[in-house]
């Protein structure tokens, strides 16, 4: 399964509400997507599974949402922190894509 | 808290063998979690290598799947990539990754620039 997300570049200020795409050739069986975002130099950090849960420890200004082909991520009030690379991630009979990523800069 | 590191050379010439090595503390490999490795190139997103658990289960990127091999080694929590006939297109930033559930990475190491160049 192939993940396209969008924008490529998103161009933001803190505090304001950032909803990023990612579109799935076909259909996730049971919404397994993930969201992770990745800094400069340091790994990717898990952000959210099954497409709406946080991992331990993300704060709730972070949301999951979507089914079958769609989903979003969406970070409301916008941190200095949140600037970032991310990229969604799906499961599906035990093969895993990555999408392309959104830069998301100040 | 489980933590991750990868070693192996940093430098491998082309059509020879890619030899990886994760330590895993914190965790024993042969739990019930999944263990995998991925790899990310300059500029691109990760790309996913391959899954294994401590039962046999292993499971790899089709893209790669002749070439790869992925092995635990329970008494040293330890666990290991394999990929052979490697190019400059296999150059690039890997890394060994806890995977509690068999769909998502929760715990990554920092990662380790392998290149590929005679």
């Known amino acids: 399964i192939l993940l396209t997300q969008s924008p490529g570049t998103l161009s933001l200020s803190p505090g304001e509400r950032a909803a990023l795409s990612c579109r799935a050739s076909q259909s996730v069986d049971y919404n397994q997507v993930g969201w992770y975002q990745q800094k400069p130099g340091q790994a990717p950090k898990l952000l959210i599974y099954?497409?709406?849960a946080r991992a331990a420890g993300i704060p709730d200004r972070f949301r999951g949402s979507g089914s079958g082909r769609d989903f979003t991520l969406t970070i409301s009030r916008l941190e200095p922190e949140d600037f970032a690379v991310y990229y969604c991630?799906?499961?599906?009979?035990?093969?895993?894509?990555f999408g392309q990523g959104t830069r998301l800069q100040i | 808290q489980v933590q991750l590191q990868e070693s192996g050379p940093g430098l491998v010439k082309p059509s020879e063998t890619l030899s990886l090595t994760c330590s895993v503390s914190?965790?024993?490999?042969?739990?019930?979690?999944?263990w995998g490795w991925l790899r990310q190139s300059p500029g691109k997103g990760p790309e996913w290598i391959g899954t294994?658990?401590?039962?046999?289960?292993?499971f790899y990127n089709p893209s790669l799947n002749s070439r790869v091999s992925i092995s635990l080694d329970t008494s040293n929590n330890q666990f290991f990539l394999v990929l052979t006939s490697v190019t400059a297109a296999d150059t690039a930033v890997y890394y060994c990754?806890?995977?509690?559930?068999?769909?998502?990475?929760?715990?990554w190491g920092r990662g380790a620039l392998v290149t590929v160049s005679s």
């Open positions: 991630q799906q499961y599906d009979d035990s093969h895993i894509t």
């Open positions: 294994i658990h401590h039962s046999g289960i292993a």
């Open positions: 990754a806890r995977d509690p559930n068999v769909a998502y990475f929760l715990n």
């Open positions: 099954g497409a709406s």
């Open positions: 914190g965790n024993s490999v042969a739990s019930g979690d999944y």
